[in-house]
């Protein structure tokens, strides 16, 4: 079946334009998760959705990062006043129920943002 | 301060040898460990996994050990083939609510060559 979708592949902006991130997960799984990598970096844990519960927002940098899932499907990720350290790939994960670290997650092939 | 460290960020070996990709951990929460693999442009894929109730997890020519007394664990491809070269991210997860975030290491370039 379908895996984890993300649009677009890539994205320039210039520093403090709004840019919004989408996900598609896995039909029928009911996390999701946001993470993002800079360069020379791991992967840094951003926000976590589970079925109709309040989202996981600790992972979020700034108060202009915000994330919303409607329908318990599709998320988008928005990055207000982009600023240039924003600069990263921004990777999307679904599993099947949460809750624990041995839910596999299943990544999406993320979006770059470069931020000019 | 970084929790799970990979501290070779490449690694080469030839086709048909092992590889061993090595990660250490700081938090002794931690109870749950992956793998995944990344090929360029595509996003991470679960390798395999273990459990701190264990000391090995064996999967095809993939094995990881772990040494919870010294927080470290390994990745074991044999034979390692060229398909393998990838980048491998070493990642943990800890008892408690949160257990579903994964933290992750800063990965291993590993180049198989023919």
């Known amino acids: 079946g379908a895996g984890v979708s993300q649009s677009p592949s890539n994205k320039v902006t210039e520093k403090g334009k709004d840019v919004e991130l989408r996900c598609d997960p896995i039909?029928?799984?009911?996390?999701l998760y946001w993470y993002r990598q800079s360069l020379g970096q791991g992967l840094e844990f951003l926000i976590y959705?589970?079925?109709?519960?309040?989202?996981?927002k600790s992972g979020l940098p700034s108060d202009r990062f915000s994330a919303e899932r409607t329908g318990g499907s599709v998320s988008t990720l928005t990055i207000q006043r982009t600023q240039q350290e924003d600069s990263a790939v921004y990777l999307c994960?679904?599993?099947?129920?949460?809750?624990?670290?041995?839910?596999?997650?299943?990544f999406g092939p993320g979006t770059r943002l470069t931020v000019l | 301060d970084q929790q799970v460290k990979q501290n070779s960020p490449s690694l080469s070996v030839q086709e048909g040898r092992i590889s061993i990709l090595n990660c250490d951990y700081t938090?002794?929460?931690?109870?749950?460990f992956l793998w995944y693999k990344k090929y360029p442009a595509e996003g991470p894929t679960f390798l395999i996994s273990?459990?701190?109730?264990?000391d090995k997890n064996e999967d095809g020519r993939f094995t990881v050990f772990l040494n919870k007394s010294a927080k470290h664990l390994s990745l074991h491809i044999v034979p390692s083939q060229p398909g393998d070269s990838a980048v491998y991210f070493c990642?943990?997860?800890?008892?408690?609510?949160?257990?579903?975030?994964?933290?992750f290491g800063k990965g291993t370039l590993l180049t198989v060559n023919p």
């Open positions: 994960a679904s599993s099947l129920s949460g809750g624990a670290g041995t839910d596999t997650q299943y």
């Open positions: 039909s029928g799984h009911t996390a």
């Open positions: 959705f589970q079925g109709n519960s309040a989202p996981d």
């Open positions: 938090n002794s929460m931690f109870d749950y």
């Open positions: 273990i459990s701190s109730i264990k």
């Open positions: 990642a943990a997860s800890g008892t408690g609510g949160s257990n579903y975030k994964l933290t």
